[in-house]
């Protein structure tokens, strides 16, 4: 039987310290009292600590607290300004950059137009773009930390080259996270950009402590991050999620699949084939998401329209088999021209997630992209309808809560994490 190690006085201090840290982090300015009952931690080992952390550079006083009984207390919070991080959304048309302080808080961002061309120089684009957003937080580029770039593809662990991304010239180079950390002076992370969007949504959205979930992303193409555990899931070649080009069901058979934005999941559910579908029901739109914006509205109104009559039926039938409407939808919406576009939308989507969920049994699907987010509560109600009516397991099935920029969100929240374990832990 190995003898246990005894915990040594320099190690107990670093356990406090980030137990202190977090705290602060978590619940914002804190008294050495209050920091001291949220932890467990003597006050005087709090008022030591709080020194040390001061010295370090890592807290800093933040105003008194008045108005309680006894002595008026000092406030202590995360000096922000002790370490900044860059998220990065990259797509074909631009490079969008958030810069953010240590403790969370955005200070910055920039956007850089990048006209799509071949020849493109990845590290001088990307520089520009940290250059902008860090100029605009008071800083130069080399007081980052780090830079989480999202990006329409992924990474081959195997070989470091960017794949499914045929779209976005001048990233197939070898070793790319190496090139650009090289060659920027900061440290740079690449992740798929559905992957950062469930790590956003995992962190403050719809998939808060929830354990094992899958979000699903439809705008011009088609992705999915999965999560299991708690954990991203990216898979032996960094491919996890990319079902775009998985067979359909109703879809031809695809080989050799290649190009972006094809195979069989996006010849039926991806932005041209959305765009299509609504078109063929009487829904016009500069896009996919602006028609099927159309078409949800009308649907909305049209289950409004029909609930009376379905609590009326509910109230008759109770216990009973679900009754269904002249069209065969049941429960599945009203029966006019909206619903229906969304009935068959649904339908396909429902068919893709149900294969997804025989094999991996999430406890939740989040639905989220231009597209998922025009068809709003109607298309989301209807999604989670089919999915059950195909599947045992019925998780459920939510519209994203994130806002603004998912892929921005989830990148800054993974070079933060990143930060704060290398600066929290070297303190």
């Known amino acids: 039987m190995a003898t246990p190690t005894p915990g040594t006085p320099s190690m107990l201090r670093a356990i406090n310290d ?4 977090e705290a602060l982090l978590a619940e914002g300015p804190l008294t050495r009292p209050r920091l001291s009952d949220l932890t467990g931690i003597s006050k005087p080992t709090a008022s ?16 008194v607290r008045e108005g309680l009984p006894g002595r008026t207390a000092e406030l202590y919070r995360i000096n922000g300004a002790a370490a900044h991080v860059a998220g990065v959304d990259v797509t074909p048309a631009r490079i969008r950059v958030a810069v ?3 403790a969370g808080t955005t200070v910055a961002e920039h956007t850089l137009p990048t006209p799509e061309r071949t020849g493109v120089d990845i590290v001088a684009r990307t520089g520009a773009a940290l250059d902008g957003a860090a100029e605009a937080a008071g800083l130069a580029r080399a007081r ?31 070793d790319v ?3 650009l950390s090289e060659g920027l002076g900061v440290r740079v992370r690449i992740e798929n950009d559905v992957n950062l969007s469930a790590l956003a949504e995992q962190a403050g959205g719809e998939a808060a402590g929830v354990r094992d979930f899958v979000l699903l992303w439809v ?3 088609v992705g999915m991050a999965v999560v299991l555990n708690g954990a991203l899931h990216r898979g032996a070649t960094g491919g996890a999620g990319e079902i775009g080009y998985m067979p359909a069901v109703g879809a031809p058979l695809m080989r050799d699949v290649r190009r972006t934005h094809t195979g069989g999941v996006h010849s039926l559910t991806g932005g041209a084939a959305v765009l299509r579908l609504m078109r063929e029901h009487g829904y016009r739109g500069r896009d996919a998401a602006s028609a099927l914006a159309r078409a949800a509205a009308d649907a909305e109104a049209e289950d409004g329209a029909a609930r009376p009559d379905a609590r009326h039926a509910g109230a008759r039938h109770a216990g009973g088999p679900r009754e269904t409407g002249p069209h065969g939808h049941g ?3 009203g029966a006019g021209r909206g619903g229906e576009a969304l009935r068959e939308l649904a339908t396909r989507l429902g068919a893709t997630l149900a294969t997804v969920v025989a094999v991996i049994d999430p406890a939740l699907v989040v639905l989220t992209g231009d597209v998922l987010r025009a068809g709003g509560e109607p298309l989301r109600a209807r999604v989670e309808r089919q999915l059950h009516s195909l599947s045992i397991p019925r998780p459920a099935v939510r519209l994203s809560s994130v806002r603004g920029n998912p892929v921005l ?3 800054l929240q993974q070079a933060l994490r990143e930060t704060r374990d290398e600066v929290f832990s070297t303190a």
């Open 144 to 174: 980052l930390r780090r830079a989480v770039i999202g990006i329409q593809g992924a990474v081959d662990p195997g070989t470091g080259r960017l794949g499914y991304a045929a779209h976005i010239p001048g990233w197939h180079v070898p």
């Open 219 to 221: 705008a011009d193409g």
């Open 177 to 179: 996270a190496g090139t």
């Open 331 to 333: 429960e599945d919406g």
């Open 18 to 21: 980030r137990a202190a840290l």
């Open 409 to 411: 969100a989830g990148a």
């Open 48 to 63: 030591q600590l709080l020194a040390r952390l001061v010295e370090a550079g890592l807290v800093v006083q933040d105003g």
């Open 100 to 102: 953010a302080d240590l």
